[in-house]
Structures are given as C-alpha cells and as structure tokens.
Nanobody, 121 residues
Framework: VQLQASGGGLVQAGGSLTLSCAAS?????MGWFRQAPGKQREFVSY????????YYTDSVKGRFTISRNNAKNTLYLQMNSLKPEDTAVYYC??????????????????WGQGTLVTVSS
C-alpha cells in the first residue's frame, strides 16, 4: 500500500490549507500526524471507515476538519485559522483494525512521505 500526501505550503497565520493523501487501497482507519522541528511526531486527527467518525487532538478542534472520499481512497485535512504552532511536516497514515489506540503511531501500518506546512506570524 502506498500513500502520497500533498498540499503543504507557506501560509500566513489565520490562513487555510487543505492537505490530501491518495492511497493505493482502502483502509479501515486513516489519520494525520505531524512533526515539528526538534519534537516528536504527534497525533492530529483520524477517521474510520465506514462510520466516518472523526477524532481530533484538542489543539486543532474547531479549526481542522478531516474527511475521506472512499470512492477515490483519498484522505483530506482542511486546516483553517492556522497558527504558527501548526508549523510541521504533516504525515498521512493508514491501517487496518487494531486494538492499539488510533491516536498513536503504532496503530498504523502505512505512512506517506510527509508534506511541509509553514505558518508565518
């Protein structure tokens, strides 16, 4: 399975970006993680098929929206009201059913290459 993330870029604080992640196969869970310079990879959001229930880390609730197009096996992350602290490399990930909590990287079998989001103040 391959994941291809895209959509990153440079944006001013308060702006918006939409990330996309094209997958070569449908997966039970797909999510976004991010890693800022000098920090550990952290959970951002995930969504489960077919229920479509989304989950977010507290710092992005109300600003980010995760969605997926199952027909196209594509995951999205709409990011609004961006802040400088959102600056990071964003990774999409996917996997099957797991007993491991989906807000941890260990729950995912497949990872995209990452796309850089830079938010200027």
């Amino acid at each position: 399975v391959q994941l291809q993330a895209s959509g990153g870029g440079l944006v001013q604080a308060g702006g918006s970006l939409t990330l996309s992640c094209a997958a070569s196969a449908r997966m039970y869970v797909m999510g976004w993680f991010r890693q800022a310079p000098g920090k550990q990879r952290e959970f951002v959001s995930y969504i489960i098929w077919p229920s479509g229930d989304p989950y977010y880390t507290d710092s992005v609730k109300g600003r980010f929206t995760i969605s997926r197009n199952n027909a196209k096996n594509t995951l999205y992350l709409q990011m609004n009201s961006l802040k400088p602290e959102d600056t990071a490399v964003y990774y999409c990930a996917g996997g099957g059913y797991s007993r491991t909590a989906y807000y941890t990287p260990l729950a995912y079998n497949y990872w995209g290459q990452g796309t850089l989001v830079t938010v200027s103040s």
